[in-house]
């Protein structure tokens, strides 16, 4: 069985790049979550996908876009990129939205 | 709205010393709850959980109550190891599942 796995690890981008950023979920599991680490600080939740729909939005911008694939692995987009979308872009898979979630290990994305 | 706060860091122990984070919630409803470990430069790894009120959540000699009546869910552990040293998050996600929703971490040093 494997983990949640996510790539790349590290990326460097312009202001203003467009940047996709992809998950692959654990096995049996159909949800997928995203969350943004800034610095020193806890996660904070993007979106969830529930079987190739949205299934819940936190407080970010539409330039934050997401997919879900008949594999349930995922995507995560961000058009026109700002120095404070700099973090740490986690993701986290789990059998249902209620249940624990299971973390990659992250991609870190510095916005220069 | 669903909120987690912790006890500010950064906390620093000699080894074999009592640890104890503090995490108290507000929800509506019965959230589960969580306390999740960040290790440096990496993504997060689920330590415990406790679903219900008065569960007791174990893992690698950590331990956390469920308590209803005081909306907390305290980190404990008798003797912490120099590998203990990372990043602790408490964390719920509501009854109507969803979202994580984590508390700003706490960093634990542990000296020798």
């Known amino acids: 069985e494997t983990g949640v796995t996510q790539s790349p690890t590290h990326l460097i981008k312009t202001r203003g790049q467009q940047v996709t950023l992809r998950c692959s979920s654990q096995s049996g599991h159909n949800t997928v979550s995203w969350y943004q680490q800034a610095l020193g600080q806890g996660p904070q939740f993007i979106f969830q996908y529930y079987r190739e729909e949205e299934n819940g939005r936190g407080n970010f911008p539409p330039r934050f876009s997401g997919l879900q694939f008949p594999n349930y692995s995922s995507e995560l987009n961000v058009n026109a990129l700002e120095l404070d979308d700099s973090a740490l872009y986690l993701c986290?898979?789990?059998?249902?939205?209620?249940?624990?979630?299971?973390f990659g290990q992250g991609t870190r994305l510095t916005v220069v | 709205g669903n909120s987690v706060t912790q006890m500010e860091g950064p906390v620093t122990l000699s080894e074999e010393a009592f640890l104890t984070i503090n995490c108290t919630y507000t929800a509506t409803g019965y959230p589960s709850l969580f306390w999740y470990v960040q290790y440096p430069g990496e993504g997060l790894q689920l330590l415990l959980k406790a679903t219900k009120a008065d569960d007791k959540g174990s893992n690698k000699g950590f331990e956390a109550t469920y308590r209803k009546e005081t909306t907390s869910f305290h980190l404990e552990k008798g003797s912490v190891q120099v590998s203990d040293s990372a990043v602790y998050f408490c964390a719920l996600i509501s009854y109507q599942g969803g979202k994580l929703i984590f508390g700003q971490g706490t960093e634990l040093s542990v000296k020798p």
């Open positions: 986290a898979s789990s059998e249902r939205g209620d249940t624990e979630a299971f």
